[in-house]
């Protein structure tokens, strides 16, 4: 089963409103977790770094006051997307980085968030 | 700086025909991981392969199989016999020294009965 989970994994929004995404680790603590963006018919694209306890790491030419990142527990992390407007449709992904265990080091993703904004 | 090249964008086969898919990484750190995911319409990310710089040696899994050179930077992806049920998109993936995971553009796989 899943080991990482999103939800929700669609939502529809009027322009202006601001949308979060979860992104819960069900059976590992995960210290790190990344945001992914992909738009349709193209790549993943790293949003941001979450990092339990501090403050994410974002990357070049993502609005950190756009794409607000908290990571408050070592379960979960969400992404709200402030004031969204149309163009910020996408599908957002996560994944968390398991820390110890067998599969130590390893990245599990959830499996998406459509966000569509009208 | 890193970066994946998947140069197919789309590939059209037949059922059971065999497929290669092309992946080609760049970077600077002397230890990384390369990976193959699939990405079926519904969007969720599938886990393939991982395989980390020093092992070489080829995979077989099943009609999967995995070329890893490391002297042209390649980590080509053959699917043998192709089965409708493969049809999705196919990302090649490298993560280095960071635990950033950089993805190639991926390549569509139709694959018509």
């Known amino acids: 089963g899943a080991v990482v989970s999103q939800h929700p994994s669609w939502v529809i929004c009027k322009s202006g409103t601001s949308v979060k995404i979860e992104c819960r680790s069900l059976?590992?603590?995960?210290?790190?977790m990344f945001w992914y963006r992909q738009f349709p018919k193209q790549s993943l694209m790293l949003m941001a770094t979450s990092n339990e306890g501090s403050k994410a790491t974002y990357e070049q030419g993502v609005e950190k006051d756009k794409f607000l990142i908290n990571h408050a527990s070592l379960t979960l992390s969400t992404l709200t997307v402030t004031s969204a407007h149309p163009e910020d449709s996408s599908f957002y992904i996560c994944?968390?980085?398991?820390?110890?265990?067998?599969?130590?080091?390893?990245?599990?993703f959830g499996e998406g968030s459509r966000l569509t904004v009208l | 700086a890193q970066k994946v090249t998947q140069a197919q964008t789309e590939i059209s086969v037949v059922e059971k025909e065999d497929v290669t898919l092309d992946c080609v990484y760049e970077t600077r750190d002397t230890t990384y991981y390369l990976f193959w995911y699939k990405q079926p319409p519904s969007g969720e990310l599938v886990f393939l392969i991982r395989?980390?710089?020093?092992?070489?040696q080829n995979e077989i899994s099943g009609r999967y199989s995995w070329n890893f050179q490391k002297s042209t930077s390649s980590f080509n992806f053959t699917i043998t016999a192709s089965q409708v049920v493969d049809s999705a998109v196919y990302f090649c993936a490298l993560r280095g020294g960071t635990d950033k995971l950089i993805f190639g553009t991926g390549t569509r796989l139709q694959v018509f009965p």
């Open positions: 994944s968390a980085k398991r820390p110890y265990g067998s599969h130590a080091g390893e990245l599990f």
């Open positions: 059976d590992f603590q995960a210290t790190t």
């Open positions: 395989r980390n710089s020093f092992d070489e």
